[in-house]
């Protein structure tokens, strides 16, 4: 009996801890920066590919629209995006990986280009 009381006393002081927690301005800061850098970061990733040619074209876009609407979901607790997006950012990332993992260990010595990818221009 003594068990059962203190835990039914444990799960009450945690209850109030977090709700004291949820009513704090700006506890969920941390968690929306951490989103928003996230974000900032796929995004940076798939300019970096694409500017690289690393990858087809269509694996940029599909990175930022995938996180976006990744991010969207969550603050619209939408299930239906969520997958939705999830499904675009498995495709490409995905895809991503394929190329990393058919690399042979000669080309990992250089940056890769896709053979159809036109090659950058080059300062005369």
Do not use: C, K
């Not at 850098?37 to 995004?43: E, K, M, Q, R």
Request: proline content about 6%.
């Amino acid at each position: 009996m003594v068990v059962l009381g203190a835990q039914i006393l444990l799960i009450g002081i945690v209850a109030a801890l977090l709700t004291r927690l949820d009513d704090t301005p700006g506890s969920a800061l941390p968690l929306q920066l951490s989103g928003f850098a996230f974000l900032l970061g796929t995004a940076v990733l798939a300019i970096g590919l694409y500017r690289a040619r690393t990858v087809p074209a269509w694996i940029a876009p599909a990175l930022v629209v995938g996180i976006v609407a990744n991010l969207a979901g969550f603050v619209a607790s939408s299930v239906a995006l969520l997958i939705a997006s999830s499904a675009v950012l498995l495709a490409a990332l995905g895809w991503i990986g394929a190329i990393a993992l058919t690399e042979s260990d000669d080309h990992w010595e250089h940056t890769p280009e896709l053979a159809r990818a036109r090659p950058a221009a080059s300062a005369p």
